[in-house]
């Protein structure tokens, strides 16, 4: 179904939207050092990286404050992870199994951080600007991003690109793009965002054993993006209120996310400011569970 009704956000809500890939991963670095600082019995230090962080995400309410923020993640990265390492020496623990693993995932968490942060400065002049983006370039982005997060499973899960590796606890994650620009799409910034999100939602709402398939389209006159999944779906009855702001369907509030619950609604919003047409299925038609969603915004004249 197409989703066609109007939503007014607030300010403070188009501030996280922009601000909600940062967000995302503030929350992961907030997972991993509440778990590190647990098994180090809440060391001070840990504590007061934590109490920072709520702050950063309070600010990212305020436009202003949220790009002031953003402008000081590298400092940020830095020293957390310096602190980090200094309190695990610190307690004689450099050699442990489990810190070893808690500092290599904060490296890859932070390295995604400080891309965001670099791609949220980049468009903060001309959030609208179309940009030409290589296409091999943008698919190696994204595989970063899925092995970051298998990383940050702990082993739960794995992801895999090819149907001869899918096994009952793998992913299957089928992607593609393809352009008539052949090597290059040419589309705004901010849709990698979208993309991400929607893809990491697919990803969070699917059982370890399925598949995620997405596709991206320059065509001669809009970009397409399209990804399904094999997941829990959506009810029929809630599927135009999860675009709302922090909407939940009711068949996923008990599950414990890491997100910031804004995906759907970013999907919505940049769709609509860039004239473009939403749609959600669920289950995927043809089948019996899982969500699709389509996305077609026409190109700049």
Request: proline share 3%.
């Amino acid at each position: 179904m197409e989703i066609a009704h109007k939503l007014a956000f607030e300010a403070h809500e188009v501030s996280l939207l922009n601000m909600h890939s940062v967000l995302n991963v503030l929350n992961v670095v907030q997972y991993e050092l509440l778990k590190l600082s647990d098994y180090l019995e809440n060391p001070k230090e840990i504590e007061n990286i934590c109490a920072s962080i709520l702050s950063a995400a309070e600010d990212l309410n305020d436009n202003d404050k949220a790009h002031q923020r953003v402008a000081t993640i590298q400092a940020f990265c830095d020293s957390t992870y310096a602190t980090c390492l200094n309190v695990i020496k610190g307690k004689g623990m450099a050699e442990d199994q489990f810190c070893s693993a808690i500092l290599s995932n904060l490296t890859s968490i932070f390295n995604i951080l400080k891309i965001r942060a670099q791609e949220i400065n980049a468009r903060k002049d001309n959030p609208l600007a179309w940009l030409e983006h290589d296409i091999q370039a943008l698919k190696n982005n994204f595989i970063n991003v899925f092995q970051a997060i298998e990383e940050n499973s702990h082993g739960a899960y794995h992801i895999v690109y090819n149907l001869a590796e899918h096994y009952e606890k793998e992913y299957l994650i089928n992607l593609e793009m393809t352009s008539i620009n052949k090597s290059t799409i040419l589309m705004p910034p901010i849709f990698q965002d979208v993309m991400r999100d929607l893809l990491a939602n697919a990803r969070k709402y699917t059982a370890p054993g399925g598949t995620i398939s997405a596709g991206f389209h320059q065509g001669e006159k809009e970009i397409r993006f399209v990804v399904e999944d094999s997941g829990s779906g959506i009810p029929s009855d809630e599927i135009a209120k999860v675009v709302e702001f922090g909407y939940r369907a009711s068949n996923t509030k008990a599950q414990i996310t890491r997100g910031g619950g804004f995906g759907l609604s970013k999907a919505y919003y940049v769709t609509k400011t860039f004239e473009g047409r939403m749609f959600i299925d669920s289950p995927v038609p043809g089948r019996n569970k899982g969500t699709r969603i389509s996305i077609s915004i026409p190109l700049p004249s």
